[in-house]
T-cell receptor
Framework: EPEVTQTPSHQVTQMGQEVILRCVPISNHLYFYWYRQILGQKVEFLVSFYNNEISEKSEIFDDQFSVERPDGSNFTLKIRSTKLEDSAMYFC?????????FGPGTRLTVL | EDQVTQSPEALRLQEGESSSLNCSYTVSGLRGLFWYRQDPGKGPEFLFTLYSAGEEKEKERLKATLTKKESFLHITAPKPEDSATYLCAVRGYGNKLVFGAGTILRVKS
């Protein structure tokens, strides 16, 4: 059964550094998403992406964040200058007509 | 603003003891109500999508129902492996899902 995959599973970085989180959505899905979940809190929407552009973004998704689909399979989330409060699980998801399917997540720890 | 409230926050059941989880929602133009299962440190695992009041979906010991204001996830004769956090989410206008805080289910043998 096709799955969303994410790399790395855990990323540790210093405050102020740039990080890139990578995702491979399910191959025939057209909509892609990033969500995050701070420890003990709700899953929060960050951004949706369709037809090579952002279709919707939340207030969290400020100028420090960007997304890209550099080729036909990968979907990336870049955080330009990480802050302590960016520490969270980041989930990629892709959607078909049935629903949104999530990857296993990348745990980002900002020191 | 779309909102989702789940209750109870936590539920402990004995193996075989059936129960229900509640998801109350307010949304502008419901385009889907979703149930997910989440194990610790893992991503949400898709269970069901419901679109309209009166709709029901079943999968093994789980059954999801939908009214105009809430959804229930019924668990029949649960087993220890059903222990997880169950998340409810809604999609209104737009693409994003709005999640509730989840119900932590523990099933003891």
């Amino acid at each position: 059964e096709p799955e969303v995959t994410q790399t790395p599973s855990h990323q540790v970085t210093q405050m102020g550094q740039e990080v890139i989180l990578r995702c491979v959505p399910i191959s025939n899905h057209l909509y892609f998403y990033w969500y995050r979940q701070i420890l003990g809190q709700k899953v929060e929407f960050l951004v949706s992406f369709y037809n090579n552009e952002i279709s919707e973004k939340s207030e969290i998704f400020d100028d420090q964040f960007s997304v890209e689909r550099p080729d036909g399979s990968n979907f990336t989330l870049k955080i330009r200058s990480t802050k302590l409060e960016d520490s969270a699980m980041y989930f990629c998801a892709s959607r078909n007509q049935v629903g949104q399917f999530f990857g296993p997540g990348t745990r980002l720890t900002v020191l | 603003e779309d909102q989702v409230t789940q209750s109870p926050e936590a539920l402990r059941l004995q193996e075989g003891e059936s129960s229900s989880l509640n998801c109350s929602y307010t949304v502008s133009g419901l385009r889907g109500l979703f149930w997910y299962r989440q194990d610790p440190g893992k991503g949400p695992e898709f269970l069901f999508t419901l679109y309209s009041a009166g709709e029901e979906k079943e999968k093994e010991r789980l059954k999801a129902t939908l009214t105009k204001k809430e959804s229930f996830l019924h668990i029949t004769a649960p087993k220890p492996e059903d222990s997880a956090t169950y998340l409810c989410a809604v999609r209104g206008y737009g693409n994003k899902l709005v999640f509730g805080a989840g119900t932590i289910l523990r099933v003891k043998s």
